[in-house]
């Protein structure tokens, strides 16, 4: 055995060597360099050499010795001759990803696993892990992207999960992790990974086998790392995996959908899937030279193409091809002309055999080599495709849930986070901005937009048109509009932040009715752009483990509707020392006639509203107040702009006073109901602000308003359920409750918990001494609520992820706070 296995060794190694220069062959010279002097970084711990860390920090590669290359680089760039370091901490340091596979392009970047003992004290890790950081660092100012992960010896053995990051699925995947480690790993220095040394046939008795083998010496742990084998996938993992891949096709949308798929095409195999790591195993095993046919992601690839033929599904199977194309010729697309390929490179060659087997037309080549000059038509095309085949996946992974009834491995804080993200990217709800440019083209600006009013009574649908076409000649005549809306401030707002709009856009108006102008359209556009960046820091995971608070909210007084645009001519009579904006001059008029709200949430979602009519300046108050939960943080910013022809800055200081005194009011701690009487014209309004949200009441008079004071609670009443004692709900769950959402709290008894569910509307039921167990309880209400929405059928079905909030009630100084639930899994 030990003449096979040291045969297996040396082909995995040659094949590895091959594949380590065509990747270098891909990288630019800056990231060749950073490739190359990586073991040597972490080998040695010397002030001279980027990445040192004072202190007891880990280094030593295991059976590393530097190169004579390496010893120039010291002594030439690096100033120093370092001794050998005492201890091998580093059991070995592997690139894994898109490195040495046809999906490898220029801006590449390298995903590096650090592996350690599985006792290394927290403190020495903590170290070794700043030190990666440092070097990272230095990557980035050679423009290279450098990413580290901590991979503990046993942890795939043990089921050890580590906390969700934006580069680590947390609990999200584990087994298939290890999978997709092996089909790409490229060993850099460290020791041999014992699985490429087990025969492919043995998978199924790999713990044994490998057992055996150290017993009798043929492995040794001086020289040899094992991971753990692949003989056995729970279905628990599939559910999360394709949930992170949800997770990473927010950003990279062409990458995603691959990964989606094959998480469904495993499904489909289930309980014995063909895992493509076996099978990259098995083709080196056999073969005595290196193919192209074995690269990692050709194999994702056929996988996903097998399957997809099985079931028919011609239309995702064209959407895969183009994206494996897109993903893979990013940077250096093929040639519409395939006739002379010897100037190719590599990857080009292998991608235009496959193009050639596709049957593609040239003009199916030019279209998508031209993808870095898409707008916004290609785009949402795009982008809805994508959108559908991402959803479709994901529904029948959760079919696959239900049909084999297991319960999700991932914890129930990190579904949370990842379901809140897809939720904040995918969700399409009324007046949301959604994004439909997920890095599919660089470029959506347009030259000149036009915004066309249609008022009632029309042939097409009543509100707000929006044309690339400017509003000269016949250009407009004949086209499709980009985007429809009942108000302009959500048109406005989705160019914006879909970038079409810039700073160089044309804007055109044309309306029936309203005080709107063309100038004052293009300073909201100017505002808007003032007020608001495109791009900002994505969500943080604290952010979203707990209900989305308003950020930066954005207020646009009488945008559509101005009550002092028709003053010309007119005499006003008011007095100068009272000038009431809200109920102004001897007729008491309202000078509000429109609100447009637009916020980001902590969440990044892009929201917009619309109010007008002589009850705006309640509804908006209300509706802003609504959203936000007792304990919610004051926005970071609060922008008014006001577009009223006469008195506009009295109007808008005025309202943004009401604003940030309601907000105020509502974010205080009170045990108290706060009553704020507001006068709209001729009329009364009592705004009601309690802890567990707001109502407002138009006040007749007099005495419907000391009714309505005496009121003890807003119409929203908690239900209590199985209460056999009297029981409050406590003042942190009221506190706590968002709009929206659906919020579980659970409070430690004795023995049991009492459990207070706060639904969408913020009614509150309570169910006392309940003594079963939380973590199964929890696992089932997501799987509940991942499955409510879900419809057999079209790919067009609604999928939820607004899944339900967890929290414990926990004391923390004397004081009762709210915290996010934890799973009790290792």
Known sequence: MRDTIASLMEKATLFNQQRKQLALQTMPAAAQQVFELLPLMLHYSHPCIPGFVEGDVPSGVCQFSISARHAIYLQQHFLCSPEEPAAHDILGLYSMGSTATVGQTESSDLDIWVCHASDLAANRLALLSEKCALISSWAAHQGVELNFFMV????????????????????????????????????????????????????????????????????????????????TIPAEEYFGSGLWQLYKGIDSPYKAVLKTMLMEAYSADYPRPSLLAVEAKRLIQQNQEFSFEQDAYYLMLSKVTKYLESIEDYARL??????????????????????????????????????????????????????????????????????????????????????????????????????????????????????????????LSEPYLSFIHVPKGRSCAEGWYLYKQPLKGLAIVGQ???????????????????????????????????????????????????????????????????????????????????????????????????????????????????????????WNEIRTLHFSGDSAVVDALTTVLGKMHRDANIPEHIDVFCYAENLREQIGANFKQLLVESIKNRLQPSDKRIVKTIVLGNDKYGLFIEDRGVSVKKLENGVEFYRQLSNNKLQRLPLQLNAGRSTKVPNVVEAHASEGLVQYFFEDLAKGFNIYIVDEHNRIEMYQDFEGSKEELVQGINRFYTSS???????????NFNLPQFYDIVAVNGQWQVASYRSNQT
Not at 393 to 406: P, Q
Not at 496 to 505: G, H, I, R, V
């Open 480 to 602: 499709s509009p980009l985007e429809h809306a009942s108000y302009i401030s959500k048109l406005m707002a989705w160019s914006y932040f879909n970038q079409l709009k810039t700073a160089q856009t044309q804007l055109s108006l044309h309306k029936h009715q309203g005080d709107l102008t063309l100038d004052t359209l293009n300073q909201f556009a100017e505002d808007l752009r003032r007020a608001f960046p495109v791009n900002v820091d994505a969500a943080s995971n604290l952010a979203l483990t707990r209900p989305c608070e308003i950020r930066h909210l954005g207020v646009f007084i009488n945008l559509e509707k101005d009550p002092t645009a028709n003053w010309g001519g007119k005499v006003i009579e008011f007095d100068a020392l009272s000038t009431d904006v809200f109920s102004f001059g001897r007729d008491s008029d309202c000078l509000v006639g429109s609100v447009d709200l637009i916020y980001r949430n902590t």
């Open 152 to 231: 503990q010896e046993n942890q795939f053995k043990t089921g050890s999960i580590s906390e969700l990051s934006k580069d680590n699925c947390g609990s999200a995947q584990h087994l298939l992790l290890l999978d997709e480690f092996y089909r790409t790993a490229l060993p850099l220095a460290g020791k041999h990974l014992v699985w490429f040394a087990v025969p492919s046939d043995l998978e199924q008795s790999y713990d044994s086998f490998v057992q055996q083998q150290f017993e009798t010496g043929a492995f040794n742990h001086e020289q040899w790392l094992d991971l753990g084998g692949l003989d």
């Open 789 to 799: 929405r879900e419809q057999y059928g079209t790919r067009h079905e609604v999928v």
């Open 318 to 443: 064209d959407l895969v091809r183009r994206c494996f194309y897109l993903k893979n010729c990013e940077c250096n697309p093929l040639p519409s002309d395939l006739v002379e390929v010897r100037s190719l490179t590599w990857q080009q060659r292998f991608m235009a055999k496959l193009v050639k087997q596709w049957k593609w037309s040239q003009h199916k080549i030019e279209h998508l080599n031209l993808r870095q000059e898409w707008k916004v038509q290609d785009v949402r095309l795009a982008h809805s495709e994508l959108l559908d085949a991402l959803m479709l996946s994901y529904r029948n992974l959760i079919r696959f849930a239900r049909r084999n009834d297991i319960s999700e491995s991932i914890n129930p804080e990190d579904i949370g986070i990842l379901s809140r993200k897809l939720y904040a990217a995918f969700e399409s709800l009324p007046g949301k901005v959604t994004l439909i440019n997920p890095q599919i083209s660089p470029d």
